[in-house]
């Protein structure tokens, strides 16, 4: 007997190829597309790292709450990362500007980056201005010069510029009388008649000389009366911020005379006139008079200030 026929099986029906495909090719654009993303994405990231420019401005005020407010504008608003470099010694950082080892500076008026430029022979030029300070005479013992004892103890910075001016400011005190009037450019050894015993110091150490007592009144520096915390009530005599007399004493943004021209110092120079960083400035010197005064006036003034230092010291 033979055996049974196998039971045909039915044929293998065609599969439908198309959705197959169509998933391949979904497949194919999204890696090409995450691809493109990935490198564009990657690109601008670069791009973005390759545009930050990092700038250091040497500075005496860098716990000031208005740098804070600076050095994020710049960083957000001109991709510049700012790092500031704090000096306590005013002969410090226009060397380290010179030397490459700072960008720019902020903390000297026209008339001390003259002397500097003279004395050195270097040739830093201003491109922004700050403000001008009135330059105080403190006491926490008397609130007129005209109640100092007869040889009392008075302060005043011992660089060339910052002395000169003091010596002014004691003048218009009248507590020292200066040959032919004073200049810009007067010394202690220019002092014909006083009251008071005049002791010039480092800049940096008027403040605590009259904070400790070992002096009866000092002329110090506005910075250091802010780090010093000495309130403006203490000051008993000033000279005029607002006077024609003032131009020499503008702060700046100093940079190197290569660099004078460049867009991006330019713009960093700017920036300390932003409403925002304007406002936390005068919150630290309230005593300031802002300025504006452009780059090419600043520098026309350092031109004329520095053939007077040249006359001074022919």
């Known amino acids: 007997m033979s055996s049974p026929t196998p039971p045909a099986l039915p044929s293998k029906p065609r599969r439908n190829r198309l959705p197959v495909l169509v998933a391949a090719l979904v497949a194919v654009v999204v890696v090409g597309v995450a691809a493109v993303v990935w490198r564009t994405t990657g690109d601008d990231a670069t791009a973005t790292a390759a545009s930050t420019r990092t700038v250091k401005i040497g500075v005496t005020d860098k716990a000031e709450p208005y740098w804070t407010t600076y050095v994020d504008l710049a960083q957000r608003r001109l991709g510049v990362d700012v ?143 802010t780090s010093a915390k000495l309130p403006a009530s203490d000051a008993i005599f000033s000279d005029d911020p607002n006077g024609p007399a003032a131009a020499p004493y503008v702060n700046v943004f100093a940079a190197r005379a290569a660099d004078a021209a460049d867009p991006t110092y330019l713009e960093l120079a700017a920036l300390i006139h932003d409403p925002a960083v304007e406002a936390e400035f005068r919150k630290s010197y309230p005593n300031g008079v802002v300025s504006t005064t452009d780059a090419a006036a600043l520098q026309a003034e350092l031109t004329t200030v520095e053939e007077d230092a040249k006359a001074a010291g022919s």
Request: aromatic content about 6%; hydrophobic content about 45%; charged content about 15%.
């Open 83 to 225: 790092e500031l470099v704090n000096f306590s010694d005013y002969s410090l950082p226009n060397p380290a500007l010179e030397q490459g080892e700072l960008d720019l500076n902020q903390f000297q008026h026209v008339q001390y980056l003259a002397n500097y430029n003279v004395t050195s022979g270097d040739d830093l030029q201003p491109i922004g201005a700050t403000a001008v300070y009135p330059l105080p005479l403190y006491s926490t013992t008397v609130e007129d010069p005209a109640a100092l004892p007869a040889g009392a103890k008075v302060a005043i910075p011992n660089d060339a510029i910052n002395q000169a001016r003091a010596l002014l400011v004691l003048q218009a005190a009248k507590l020292v009388t200066l040959k032919d009037g004073g200049t810009a450019f007067s010394t202690t050894r220019d002092v014909t008649d006083a009251t008071v015993e005049v002791v010039a110091l480092d800049a940096s150490q008027t403040a605590n000389a009259l904070q400790s007592g070992s002096v009866a009144a000092a002329v110090v520096n506005n910075n250091y009366a």
